[in-house]
Antibody, heavy 120, light 106 residues
Framework: QLQLQESGPGLVKPSETLSLTCTVS??????????WAWIRQPPGKGLEWIGSVYYSGTTYYNPSPRSRVTISIDTSKNQFSLKLTSVTAADTAVYYC????????????WGQGTMVSVSS | EIVMTQSPATLSVSPGERATLSCRAS??????LAWYQQKPGQAPRLLIYGASTRATGIPVRFSGSGSGTEFTLTISSLQSEDFAVYYCQQYNNWYTFGQGTKLEIK
C-alpha cells in the first residue's frame, strides 16, 4: 500500500525558507506512471497546486509563486522536496504532497498534510 | 489562469436525497476535470476524473457529467459519510481548484 508522508518544521519565520520533504513508501518514486506534487491549503480556504516533479527531475511550477519555489526529487531515498523562499504570513497553510497519475489524470494519492505557520 | 467557480457555496440536503453540485470553468477545458471529497482534518480524496469516470473504489452513487465549461457532480442517495466539502479541479492548463462546496446535513 503506497503511502506519502510529509515532514519538516511546523513554524517558519517571515523572510526565511520553508523546507518540506515527502517520503514515499510502499512503491517506487521512479515509476514512470506518476508525477509528484505539492499542494497547499490555507486555513479555511481552498486548494492551490504549487508544483510537480517527475522522476527524471523535470519540474513544473504554478506561475505564482513560481519565482520562490524549488521542487526536487531524490530517487535513491524515494523522496521529493519543496523549498519556498522569502515566506510571509500568506504562506501559512497545510502543505500536502500528492501523486498525480498520468493515466487517471487526477491526484490519486495524498499525504496526510503538514501545517506550516509563518510567524516571528 | 483558468478560474473554477463552484456553486452553491453550501448545500443542505437530507440523508437519502440527491445532491447536485456545480462547477464552471472560465474557459473551455474539454473533459479535463476532476472532483475531490475532503472531510475535516483529512486530505482530499479523488472521486471522479475525466469529468465522468469514477476513481478506484468510489461508490456508484457518485457520478459526474459535463464538458466544456459546465460540470456537475451528483450524489444519488446521500449517506452520512458523504457530508463533506467537494472540490472540482481542472487539468487542461496546469491545475486549479474551485473554492469548494460544503455539503451539510439538512
Amino acid at each position: 500500500q503506497l503511502q506519502l508522508q510529509e515532514s519538516g518544521p511546523g513554524l517558519v519565520k517571515p523572510s526565511e525558507t520553508l523546507s518540506l520533504t515527502c517520503t514515499v513508501s510502499g512503491g517506487s518514486i521512479s515509476n514512470s506512471t506518476y508525477y509528484w506534487a505539492w499542494i497547499r491549503q490555507p486555513p479555511g480556504k481552498g486548494l492551490e497546486w504549487i508544483g510537480s516533479v517527475y522522476y527524471s527531475g523535470t519540474t513544473y511550477y504554478n506561475p505564482s509563486p513560481r519565482s520562490r519555489v524549488t521542487i526536487s526529487i531524490d530517487t535513491s531515498k524515494n523522496q521529493f522536496s519543496l523549498k519556498l523562499t522569502s515566506v510571509t504570513a500568506a504562506d501559512t497553510a497545510v502543505y500536502y504532497c500528492a501523486r498525480r497519475n498520468i493515466v487517471v489524470f487526477g491526484f490519486d494519492m495524498w499525504g496526510q498534510g503538514t501545517m506550516v505557520s509563518v510567524s516571528s | 489562469e483558468i478560474v473554477m467557480t463552484q456553486s452553491p457555496a453550501t448545500l443542505s440536503v437530507s440523508p437519502g436525497e440527491r445532491a447536485t453540485l456545480s462547477c464552471r470553468a472560465s474557459q473551455t477545458i474539454s473533459s479535463k476535470l476532476a472532483w475531490y471529497q475532503q472531510k475535516p482534518g483529512q486530505a482530499p480524496r479523488l472521486l471522479i476524473y475525466g469529468a465522468s469516470t469514477r476513481a478506484t473504489g468510489i461508490p456508484v452513487r457518485f457520478s459526474g457529467s459535463g464538458s466544456g465549461t459546465e460540470f456537475t457532480l451528483t450524489i444519488s442517495s446521500l449517506q452520512s459519510e458523504d457530508f463533506a466539502v467537494y472540490y472540482c479541479q481542472q487539468y487542461n492548463n496546469w491545475y486549479t481548484f474551485g473554492q469548494g462546496t460544503k455539503l451539510e446535513i439538512k
